[in-house]
T-cell receptor
Framework: QKEVEQNSGPLSVPEGAIASLNCTYS??????FFWYRQYSGKSPELIMS????GDKEDGRFTAQLNKASQYVSLLIRDSQPSDSATYLC?????????????FGSGTQLTVLP | DGGITQSPKYLFRKEGQNVTLSCEQN?????MYWYRQDPGQGLRLIYY???????QKGDIAEGYSVSREKKESFPLTVTSAQKNPTAFYLC???????????FGEGSRLTVL
């Protein structure tokens, strides 16, 4: 079982719709969770971080964390063509501490005009 | 401006040659990382360093080497022992153990 799993996609949504991206993780003791956006040929850019159960909103982005079910999701409201990118979920596991973030393989999102 | 600078952005190498990728940060972060990304795949950790003069192997360290002589600098050498070095290389740093990673712009290495 992979430590961090994401739907590989690709995911397509029409402009203005809500895009929902999901991520599950295996280390129950994981403490911090991040979503990165990566445009083709570019480096990842942090868009959301979440540390406690519940929802965290930042503009059109909402991160949701459920530690009991071991999943974290990212909702993008009013999706725009500029949101088209690959979204990487990253988890800081309890084991390994400062060693690394563990990344999922990413979900490719396309927002259709 | 604070950030992470990687150079070169593009590099071509002949088989059998070693190459060194530079990574410099002025964020005063203690921890620095090197990741490799292949097309359509996630990030794989090559090496990381939490303090000066100390570094640890990641998941795919074979064929790579690093040094950490200064807090600001964490260069990566891709040696001729790396069998498939063509990839996108990302340097990152973080301010604390459980915090977020900040990435440089990446270096794309192509072996001819």
């Amino acid at each position: 079982q992979k430590e961090v799993e994401q739907n590989s996609g690709p995911l397509s949504v029409p402009e203005g719709a809500i895009a929902s991206l999901n991520c599950t993780y295996s280390d129950r003791g994981s403490q911090s969770f991040f979503w990165y956006r990566q445009y083709s040929g570019k480096s990842p850019e942090l868009i959301m971080s979440i540390y406690s159960n519940g929802d965290k909103e930042d503009g059109r982005f909402t991160a949701q964390l459920n530690k009991a079910s071991q999943y974290v999701s990212l909702l993008i409201r009013d999706s725009q063509p500029s949101d088209s990118a690959t979204y990487l979920c990253a988890v800081n596991p309890l084991s390994g501490s400062a060693r690394q973030l563990t990344f999922g393989s990413g979900t490719q999102l396309t927002v259709l005009p | 401006d604070g950030g992470i600078t990687q150079s070169p952005k593009y590099l071509f190498r002949k088989e059998g040659q070693n190459v060194t990728l530079s990574c410099e940060q002025n964020l005063n972060h203690d921890a620095m990382y090197w990741y490799r990304q292949d097309p359509g795949q996630g990030l794989r950790l090559i090496y990381y360093s939490q303090i000066v003069n100390d570094f640890q192997k990641g998941d795919i360290a074979e064929g790579y080497s690093v040094s950490r002589e200064k807090k600001e600098s964490f260069p990566l050498t891709v040696t001729s022992a790396q069998k498939n070095p063509t990839a996108f290389y990302l340097c990152a740093s973080r301010p604390r153990a459980a915090g977020e990673l900040f990435f440089g712009e990446g270096s794309r290495l192509t072996v001819l």
